[in-house]
């Protein structure tokens, strides 16, 4: 895959699809996480006097329609103070101002106000790729989406390159899925196990040991025979648990949080065998043996909180976790909206070494699988 230091870009017309769907509340961004993570891109692009044409989604609009509460205008105003630089928001892709206005930093309109981002059209694909000299993508976060500016630009461009960021996310990804040092630990919590069903089987061939939190957890403890009362678990899901549960890789809590009600009546803390059928688990403890697992291993892969860590009152199971990780010297990679809220909420997010900022494009690169975008610029020559 060509990386954007194999070309020459001193003053040329770069095209950056850029994951800049960000949360957005009266007309300002309240979360620029996304917006910082395309720093270091943009930053090397203007100290070589290039161009820039930034693309991005926001939301999700009616495909062709232009929604105004969908406009990437706030995330213009986001860009242009942080790089101190007028950002012009572009509307058309005929707009003859494209890389030749009084910015040097454009930004088109959300790009799924375009007919045909999401069929991947190839009209729109080849209008992107073939309006600047290089098509960058640094969109990690829409690397699994096979869309117009995720992967037919990509194919249509006369050269195409990832960015920095999607450089450093393939590099932390893979140094966990293919080059992980041994002892390898993965923490999986979550809702369900069928959303992670392809995450949880192929880490199962990678990691030494797997600690399983929240409904996760719940269905793996169904699956040993014990009762659950009410807590969410997926009967479908039992007899795949009770094969995996028989590599004997899956760390189970030992003591849970239990409650009557999701708001946190009568909360208590019970060992597996004494749950009754009113209640429901909504955290647990990291057992002495979970602790120990995570501070002697060299690599930590984490996906899902442990409890239904929004109440304060099932958080502690993933404050804990958080603060274990934090102080483990191993390479620890950690990604998903719910993990890295947990981070932000709990530690710094520096005492990780690293943070996703893919949501579906972590857990489907976790899963193995290929994906579009990357495939599309590996194909390139
Ligand atoms: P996911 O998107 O699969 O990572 O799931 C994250 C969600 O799982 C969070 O919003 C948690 O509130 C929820 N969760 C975690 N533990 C439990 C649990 N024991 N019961 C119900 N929901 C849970």
Known sequence: MHKLSDFNIENKNL?????????????MVVDQTRINACIPTIEL?????????????????????????????????????????????????????????SSSIQILENIRFFDGEMGN????????ANIGDIY?????????????????????????CAGLLLEKEISALTKA??????????????????????????????ADS????????????????????????????LDIASEILEGNKIMLPEKVITSSTFEGENIQEKMLSDICEDEMILDQSLTAAMKETLINSK???????????????????????????????????????ETLTAINNFINKDDVSYCSTGG????????????PSIAALKAKN
């Open 177 to 206: 899925l293919k080059n992980a040092e041994s002892p390898f630990v993965a923490v999986i919590g979550g809702a369900k196990v069928s959303t992670k069903l392809e995450l949880i089987k192929n880490i199962n061939l990678k």
């Open 45 to 101: 692009a203007l100290k070589k006097n290039a161009n820039i044409l930034l693309v991005s989604h926001l939301g999700r609009p009616e495909e062709g329609k232009h929604d105004s509460s969908l406009s990437l205008i706030p995330v213009a105003k986001c860009i242009s103070e942080i790089f101190q630089v007028p950002v012009d928001v572009i509307n058309s892709l005929d707009d003859i101002s494209i890389f030749n206005g």
């Open 299 to 337: 690599t930590i892969l984490w996906n899902g909180p442990l409890g239904v860590f929004e109440n304060e009152s099932f958080s502690k199971g993933t404050k804990d976790l958080s603060k274990t990780i934090a102080g483990c010297d191993s390479f620890s990679l950690a990604g998903g909206g």
């Open 121 to 128: 059209k190839d009209s729109l694909g080849k209008s992107l």
């Open 210 to 237: 797997i600690i399983v939190g929240g409904g996760i957890a719940n269905t793996f403890i169904r699956a040993s025979g014990y009762e659950i009362g009410k807590s969410l678990y997926e009967e479908s899901m």
């Open 15 to 27: 095209t950056i699809r850029v994951d800049m769907n960000v949360p957005i509340k009266d007309g």
């Open 136 to 160: 960058v993508f640094d969109a990690f976060g829409t690397s699994h989406r096979e869309q117009a500016s995720t992967h037919s630009a990509i194919i249509n461009s006369k050269a195409s």
């Open 360 to 371: 579906g494009a972590f857990l489907e690169f976790m899963e193995g699988k290929e994906l």
